[in-house]
């Protein structure tokens, strides 16, 4: 079992900054990769970011340039900076771990609000 926890999310003017953390516990060993991923209200959760365990990241295009996705390996955490923010980024962020075994977790998620 994985078990993540996230926070920093909150509200935000549009073209603002926020910084989104998940901290990871339980079998950690077996997570491969990790990442953030969104749901906005009336649609399909949708990819953010991932990074591999080895470092590799990818982005959904609407986020390249303005997001990046970061680990931190000793502390078991992975990040979301989010810089030049739009309205439409208004969703709950979910942070994601993907283990050996084709496992999902997520976290309970934590509500960011850009206002215009």
């Known amino acids: 079992q994985v078990r993540l926890v996230e926070s920093g999310g909150g509200l935000v003017q549009a073209g603002g900054s926020l910084r989104l953390s998940c901290a990871a516990s339980?079998?950690?060993?077996?997570?491969?990769?990790m990442g953030w991923y969104r749901q906005a209200p009336g649609k399909q959760r949708e990819l953010v970011a991932r990074?591999?365990?080895?470092?590799?990241?990818n982005y959904a295009d609407s986020m390249k340039g303005r997001f990046t996705i970061s680990r931190d390996n000793s502390n078991n955490a992975v990040y979301l900076q989010m810089s030049s923010l739009e309205p439409e980024d208004t969703a709950v962020y979910y942070c994601n771990a993907e283990t050996s075994r084709f496992a999902q977790y997520w976290g309970q998620g934590t509500q960011v609000t850009v206002s215009s």
């Open positions: 990074i591999t365990s080895g470092g590799s990241t």
């Open positions: 339980g079998f950690i060993s077996s997570i491969r990769a």
